[in-house]
């Protein structure tokens, strides 16, 4: 199984939705969504609006691979579980974000932790569906566990590199 979320945004994220829809209908895996805002309502997989946080954690627990926006909250909560998250930033020129910092701190934080996989090009993702096991692999696992402090230590040194 594969689940998707947009996170709580206002801004709909409508080219992941659309994109996960459409793959979903041409594979024979289950793929739940959590579209929240997004003006588009999947045909081929299971979606809520909004779940609950245990719910949402049973999905990602129960998950092969788990797609998140770029949000850092987000792609982190993946990480204490124990996975490597696909991580599909939110961009300023498409209209789902007020600013493109979703780009930029998973490109930081990609470079910096190698433990996320990003990908800006939407038509990428199906290959890295398909190469996932491989490509996450490579990824250090070893991140992948809560540890708040030295997080956010990090977080506000890409936020403040952002604004140099």
């Known amino acids: 199984m594969?689940?998707?979320?947009?996170?709580?945004?206002?801004?709909?994220?409508?080219?992941?939705?659309?994109?996960?829809?459409?793959?979903?209908?041409?594979?024979d895996e289950e793929v739940v969504m959590q579209i929240g805002y997004s003006k588009k309502t999947p045909a081929n997989c299971k979606w809520y609006k909004?779940?609950?946080h245990d719910e949402f954690i049973g999905y990602e627990k129960k998950a092969r691979i788990v797609?998140?926006?770029?949000?850092?909250?987000?792609?982190?909560?993946?990480?204490?579980?124990?996975?490597?998250?696909?991580v599909v930033p939110r961009m300023h020129k498409r209209g789902e974000h007020v600013?493109?910092?979703?780009?930029?701190?998973?490109?930081e934080y990609e470079k910096k932790y190698n433990n996320i996989i990003v990908v800006e090009d939407i038509e990428k993702l199906g290959e890295v569906i398909d190469n996932y096991e491989d490509i996450a692999k490579g990824k250090n696992y070893s991140c992948a566990k809560s540890n708040n402090e030295n997080f956010c230590k990090a977080l506000s040194e890409i936020v403040d590199?952002?604004?140099?």
């Open 2 to 27: 594969i689940f998707v979320t947009v996170g709580t945004h206002e801004q709909s994220f409508d080219r992941l939705i659309d994109y996960m829809d459409k793959w979903a209908g041409e594979h």
């Open 50 to 52: 909004l779940i609950d």
């Open 67 to 86: 797609i998140t926006h770029g949000g850092p909250c987000c792609f982190t909560e993946v990480l204490k579980n124990g996975k490597i998250p696909v």
């Open 99 to 107: 600013d493109d910092h979703q780009v930029e701190i998973t490109r």
């Open 161 to 164: 590199h952002l604004f140099e």
